[in-house]
Each structure stands twice: as structure tokens, then as C-alpha cells.
């Protein structure tokens, strides 16, 4: 696990895997993720997944890994693309939010799309819930899109996916 929150060790720990931490800055951004290319590649990791890792990918990784880098976003895209979406959902006032994992692309959370689930939201609901709501479809998007992608049960064809059962 190569992480950039230190916070979560203790999963790498429970699951004898080793956890890596790289502190990623705007003046260390290119060499850290060198350093990771360079892991990525003495391990033979020929798929990656993002989760709480809110860095723009370089164009030269999502090159070396096209189809094999999956992201999961907070909210159901393509609304609310970017930093924030529950807040930007909650002012809008939406009914359901959602959750998306799609395959990274240049550009910013508009690729191709593996898995998306949704929840209803009221008048009711906080930011807070909207935010609680979403992080239980978080985790069940993102294994889903996982094991799909494992599964070789998504083909991509021009920025969308065909995903077979």
C-alpha cells in the first residue's frame, strides 16, 4: 500500500502487506512520484487504485498505466466534478448523491466510468450526512469496481465502458 496519510497503517498491518507512506507536496510532487513509478515497476503492480488520494495524476503515469489506474469519486458524474462535491451537492440541493469509480484520464474525473451507486438525501440531511452516506457508497463502488476490473469484466471503447456481469 503506498499511501499519502500515514492514518491507515494499521490496515497494511492487519493484512501483512507493507505501508508506504510518501508525503506528496507541491515542491516535491514530481520526485515523489517517481519514487512511486519506480516501486510500481520493481513490484510488477500492473493495476492501481486511488482512494483518499486527492493529487492530480501525472500525464506520464496515467500514460505508463491507460485503463489501470481506478479512481473513486464522491459524488455521481459527471455533477459536481473536483474538490468538495458533497458540499457542492448539499447547496444545490439534490435529492440523491452518489458515488463513481471510473479508470483515470488526463482529464479530471471525466474517465471512463466502471461502477456508480446512489442514495436518497433530504431536506433533512447536513453536509455532515451527506458526507456519512457517502463514504458507506464509497467503499462499496470502489470493490465493486475493483473486482469487476480484476474480473476482466470491463471493456473501455472510446471514454466509456462496456462492464459484463
Known amino acids: 500500500i503506498v499511501s499519502n496519510h ?3 497503517a494499521w490496515v497494511g498491518e492487519k493484512f501483512g502487506i507493507p505501508y508506504l507512506v510518501f508525503h506528496v507536496t507541491k515542491e516535491n510532487k514530481a520526485e515523489i512520484e ?3 513509478m519506480d516501486l ?7 493495476f492501481i487504485v486511488l482512494a483518499r488520494y486527492m493529487q ?3 500525464e506520464d503515469m496515467i500514460n505508463k498505466y491507460p485503463n489501470k489506474i481506478i479512481n473513486i469519486h464522491h459524488s455521481f458524474l459527471p455533477a ?11 447547496e444545490r ?4 448523491i452518489g458515488a463513481t469509480s471510473h479508470y483515470v484520464t488526463t482529464e479530471l474525473d471525466a474517465g471512463p466510468i466502471i461502477e456508480q451507486d446512489v442514495a436518497r438525501v433530504t431536506h433533512k440531511d447536513s453536509v455532515k450526512s451527506f458526507i456519512h452516506k457517502g463514504e458507506d457508497l464509497e467503499k462499496i463502488v470502489l470493490s465493486r ?6 474480473d476482466r469484466k470491463v471493456l473501455v471503447y472510446k471514454n466509456k465502458t462496456v462492464v459484463f456481469s
Open 145 to 150: 469496481a475493483v473486482e469487476k476490473h480484476i
Open 80 to 90: 459536481f466534478v473536483g474538490a468538495k462535491p458533497y458540499h457542492q451537492a448539499f
Open 93 to 96: 440541493g439534490v435529492k440523491i
Open 56 to 58: 492530480i495524476i501525472s
Open 34 to 36: 517517481k519514487a512511486e
Open 6 to 8: 500515514p492514518d491507515l
Open 40 to 46: 510500481l515497476a520493481e513490484n510488477n503492480i500492473d
